[in-house]
């Protein structure tokens, strides 16, 4: 009997055709994130069982928007000198919760550009869909792009099933010690498969926690900010509609995914 050869599908004999290499993972990027209040029941109606709301001294209804252009590789690097290979864009809404006592951040949210992003985080537990991603990019030269300086204006914008259903618009003013609070835990996803007999229950259906490893920051800015989500017939992202801006951030990150733990 063969014996079948790569991370995830397609195994194959010589394990060339998975869609994702083995792990760990490496990511450098640039994040644009706007935080924002919204009404802390819909941020409730989001946890599934035993999660719970950060108690209300912590800001319950605290959400962080975050846009993200990544540039992402394996170990060998190879993906690097096949961008297509390494080059996405995604953007997701991020809350937080309770788990025994802990508070975790968590995806709700997150759509993608390529179908090896998708696949990496349906393992990891995000609830990536495939979309259409554009964030402004700073320059150092010239006039086509703000600077990352005060008074630099920045862009991001998500559309699923071609309709726009987010704009964002961040104006930076100074320099920051960090880029927001929101998503600055553990992660806390959700992984599960539907049963094939689709007779409402799941194959499998665990929580996961998740955190990165050799972390490296780039200064952070921030400045203010508008928010603005759409409706869509496809699309629920407008329930966490915008309360208050807490404020928009840019930063440049790098962080290796290794695995993660099942709670």
């Given at each position: 009997?063969?014996?079948?050869?790569?991370?995830?599908?397609?195994?194959?004999?010589?394990?060339?055709a998975?869609?994702?290499?083995?792990?760990?993972?490496?990511?450098?990027?640039?994040?644009?994130?706007?935080e924002?209040?919204?009404?802390?029941?819909r941020?409730?109606?989001?946890?599934?069982?035993?999660?719970?709301?950060?108690p209300?001294?912590?800001?319950p209804?605290?959400?962080?928007?975050?846009?993200?252009?990544?540039?992402?590789?394996?170990?060998?690097g190879?993906e690097?000198?096949?961008?297509?290979r390494?080059?996405?864009?995604?953007?997701f809404?991020?809350?937080?919760?309770?788990?025994?006592?802990?508070?975790?951040?968590?995806?709700?949210?997150?759509?993608?550009?390529?179908?090896?992003?998708?696949?990496?985080?349906?393992?990891?537990?995000?609830?990536?869909?495939?979309?259409?991603?554009?964030?402004?990019?700073?320059?150092?030269?010239?006039?086509?792009?703000?600077?990352?300086?005060?008074?630099?204006?920045?862009?991001?914008?998500?559309?699923?099933?071609?309709?726009?259903?987010?704009?964002?618009?961040?104006?930076?003013?100074?320099a920051?010690?960090?880029?927001?609070?929101?998503?600055?835990?553990?992660?806390?996803?959700?992984?599960?498969?539907?049963?094939?007999?689709g007779?409402?229950?799941?194959?499998?259906?665990?929580?996961?926690?998740?955190?990165?490893?050799?972390?490296?920051?780039?200064?952070?800015?921030?400045?203010?900010?508008?928010?603005?989500?759409?409706?869509?017939?496809?699309e629920?992202?407008?329930?966490?509609?915008?309360?208050?801006?807490i404020?928009g951030?840019?930063?440049?990150?790098?962080?290796?995914?290794?695995?993660?733990?099942?709670?």
């Open positions: 009997m063969t014996h079948l050869n790569g991370f995830i599908f397609p195994r194959t004999q010589l394990g060339g998975s869609m994702l290499p083995h792990m760990p993972w490496h990511y450098s990027g640039d994040l644009l994130t706007v924002y209040r919204t009404d802390p029941s941020v409730a109606e989001l946890l599934p069982e035993p999660l719970t709301l950060v209300d001294d912590q800001d209804g605290a959400v962080a928007m975050i846009f993200a252009d990544w540039q992402s590789c394996g170990d060998d190879s690097l000198l096949d961008p297509v390494s080059q996405y864009k995604e953007a809404l991020v809350v937080r919760c309770m788990y025994e006592g802990t508070i975790y951040s968590r995806c709700v949210y997150i759509w993608v550009d390529k179908d090896f992003a998708l696949v990496r985080g349906h393992f990891q537990g995000y609830p990536k869909k495939l979309g259409s991603i554009w964030q402004t990019r700073p320059v150092t030269l010239g006039k086509a792009g703000p600077r990352l300086a005060p008074g630099g204006k920045f862009a991001g914008t998500v559309a699923y099933h071609d309709r726009r259903i987010v704009n964002a618009y961040v104006t930076l003013r100074e920051s010690p960090g880029n927001g609070f929101v998503n600055g835990h553990p992660m806390i996803h959700s992984r599960y498969m539907p049963r094939i007999e007779d409402g229950t799941d194959t499998y259906s665990e929580l996961v926690t998740m955190s990165g490893r050799d972390v490296e920051l780039g200064q952070a800015w921030r400045g203010d900010a508008e928010l603005e989500l759409l409706p869509s017939p496809v629920e992202v407008a329930r966490l509609e915008v309360k208050e801006i404020g951030y840019f930063r440049s990150v790098a962080t290796t995914f290794a695995g993660g733990r099942t709670l």
